[in-house]
């Protein structure tokens, strides 16, 4: 799983912000989203323009050079800090898998052009290739005879996971963990027009993806769990299959008639059914348009799930201690990203409101 990630000189990060998974503290409620020692759900605030959004965006930036996944070209417009002379951006990503650290680092001066490239396990450097000089080097056990020189574009992570058969050990399995893990995160947005990253390729339609997974019944029954019922059934038009809401009279179309926050909860739920297989989530602004008790039921589903889920909010009402714990709350702004615990000294206790203690000031 990741354990932290830092990114420099990208959109509004001027400066190198760190977020570090592994600030946990000694709390003995809701221990569960707690494993190995990494916080894997999260709940991610800060004011408009501090950077939540481009949180997910840097963080998904890894998925371009080393996936053949979905990807969101048109968020990655002014890709440098504006007020920076550097002329690219850095990024480093720290993953623990079955107690082996693996470090994967790369600089870019766009999107798509990679210039260096550096992935190191139990601190050994096992793969370095500079992109400004065409050369490198690779220490993985069965990939040392592959040529690193030749197309400049391509990284050269991803052309060892498309060519080397490697030996089986602990240091490879680590290096086939890392490629499939960053294979298999999603970044989706709240609705469905401004669309998802990672884990999946091309569209298929909400109403479509729903269906063929056999779940209209399952989202029918999760719609009336939050106060919205409808009777859905499904439609076939030409290839496509779609979700109706038969009434007494006639049936429509359920994206016709439904409220924006209703459409917002059936994008969630294609979307759930999909993030069972991911590796990490990012959801930018779920609820967005749900209310509070809504909102809340969603944190609750995800924090049953397994895998790293991290949500971007506005919504204060959420940070309590019956939901998540202090140390999966964090503040972000362009120079840092820090949990709750981090931002005051005083102690904080299960009892405590933290909503109020936020309003009152006390996270500086």
């Not at 994967?104 to 798509?112: A, T």
């Not at 439609?235 to 926050?261: I, P």
């Not at 944190?299 to 714990?325: A, G, P």
């Amino acid at each position: 799983m990741l354990t932290k990630f830092s990114v420099e000189n990208f959109k509004n990060f001027e400066k190198k912000v760190t977020w570090d998974l592994l600030k946990t503290n000694n709390y003995e409620f809701n221990s569960d989203i707690i494993v190995n020692g990494c916080i894997t759900k999260g709940l991610i605030y800060g004011p408009n323009g501090s950077g939540k959004s481009n949180l997910g965006l840097a963080l998904f930036d890894i998925i371009f050079h080393l996936t053949d996944k979905q990807k969101l070209y048109e968020k990655y417009d002014y890709y440098l800090n504006l007020n920076s002379k550097k002329h690219y951006a850095e990024f480093e990503y720290v993953f623990n898998f079955d107690g082996i650290e693996l470090v994967y680092e790369y600089k870019k001066e766009d999107v798509d052009t990679l210039l260096e490239e550096k992935l190191s396990i139990s601190g050994n450097e096992m793969v370095y290739f500079d992109y400004t000089k065409n050369s490198g080097r690779i220490c993985l056990a069965g990939a040392e005879t592959l040529n690193l020189t030749g197309e400049t574009s391509l990284s050269r992570i991803k052309y060892i996971k498309s060519n080397a058969i490697l030996e089986n050990n602990p240091t490879n399995n680590a290096f086939v963990k890392f490629v499939d893990f960053v294979d298999r995160m999603l970044l989706f947005y709240s609705l469905d027009s401004r669309g998802y990253q990672g884990l999946s390729i091309g569209s298929e339609g909400i109403s479509n993806g729903i269906i063929e997974s056999k779940k209209t019944h399952e989202f029918q029954e999760f719609l009336k769990n939050q106060g919205i019922e409808y009777n859905l059934i499904e439609a076939e038009e030409g290839k496509k299959k779609y979700l109706y809401c038969q009434y007494e009279n006639d049936s429509a179309n359920l994206f016709s008639v439904a409220s924006t926050g209703t459409i917002s909860l059936a994008v969630f739920y294609y979307w759930y059914i999909k993030m069972k297989s991911a590796s990490l989530v990012f959801v930018d602004e779920f609820d967005a348009f749900y209310h509070f008790e809504l909102a809340e039921n969603i944190v609750k589903m995800l924090s049953e799930l397994d895998n790293q889920i991290f949500l971007s909010t506005h919504n204060t009402d959420l940070m309590n201690n019956d939901l998540l714990r202090p140390d999966c709350y964090f503040f972000i702004n362009e120079s840092r990203i820090k949990a709750i615990p981090e931002l005051t000294e005083r102690e904080i206790r299960q009892a405590h409101n933290l909503q109020k203690m936020y309003k009152a000031g006390v996270f500086r």
